[in-house]
T-cell receptor, first 114, second 115 residues
Framework: GAVVSQHPSRVICKSGTSVKIECRSL??????MFWYRQFPKKSLMLMAT?????????EQGVEKDKFLINHASLTLSTLTVTSAHPEDSSFYIC??????????FGPGTRLTVL | AQSVTQPDIHITVSEGASLELRCNYSYGATPYLFWYVQSPGQGLQLLLK??????LVQGIKGFEAEFKRSQSSFNLRKPSVHWSDAAEYFC?????????????FGTGTRLAVRP
């Protein structure tokens, strides 16, 4: 099956710093990538949808200036959490889709902001 | 707007017992339905999906699900649970089949397996 990787798997940072998370589709070209946030013991909350070469579409309530998404190629999307604060600590998961609805999920990134 | 309800937050079954996880959806047209499994600290793995056709779909790891339009349900079943099935299970619905269509997830059901 299609493989999606995320890097890093875990990151700890100080409050006020920025953190970049990479999402790569390893063996297919992703027309669309999605970024989700998952709180402990909760469901996945869609943050934004991005298409290669286009600006991301953010869900209501998600601050686009805080969560910067770049989808520079058909295999790479990045999420940058700017000026991170403790409340941004969460599990971030990306997924990728190619022409069809089926999304392939990355293993997730655990962000801890001190 | 589409929505998914998973009424059971937590279920415990004995190893070897049968399993049924409930999922109800709300969507005006024909839904596209999915079941995913998530192990602790991991991403999601697709178990099975329903787009059209036979309402009983088979998935990986011995799971199956049945689409019942009259009940707006898509329950997941397994005849004999293994200890390795302990995980979080998410039902999801999409309104279309293209890559840009969004998935709406239920709140998940955590499955524990007794030895």
């Amino acid at each position: 099956g299609a493989v999606v990787s995320q890097h890093p798997s875990r990151v700890i940072c100080k409050s006020g710093t920025s953190v970049k998370i990479e999402c790569r589709s390893l063996d297919f070209q992703a027309t669309t990538m999605f970024w989700y946030r998952q709180f402990p013991k909760k469901s996945l909350m869609l943050m934004a949808t991005s298409n290669e070469g286009s600006k991301a579409t953010y869900e209501q309530g998600v601050e686009k200036d805080k969560f910067l998404i770049n989808h520079a190629s058909l295999t790479l999307s990045t999420l940058t959490v700017t000026s991170a604060h403790p409340e941004d600590s969460s599990f971030y998961i990306c997924s990728a889709a190619s022409l069809t609805i089926e999304q392939f999920f990355g293993p997730g990134t655990r962000l801890t902001v001190l | 707007a589409q929505s998914v309800t998973q009424p059971d937050i937590h279920i415990t079954v004995s190893e070897g017992a049968s399993l049924e996880l409930r999922c109800n959806y709300s969507y005006g047209a024909t839904p596209y339905l999915f079941w995913y499994v998530q192990s602790p600290g991991q991403g999601l793995q697709l178990l099975l999906k329903y787009f059209s056709g036979d309402t009983l779909v088979q998935g990986i790891k011995g799971f199956e699900a049945e689409f019942k339009r009259s009940q707006s349900s898509f329950n997941l079943r397994k005849p004999s649970v293994h200890w390795s099935d302990a995980a979080e299970y998410f039902c999801a619905v999409a309104g279309g089949k293209s890559s840009g269509d969004k998935l709406t997830f239920g709140t998940g059901t955590r499955l524990a397996v007794r030895p």
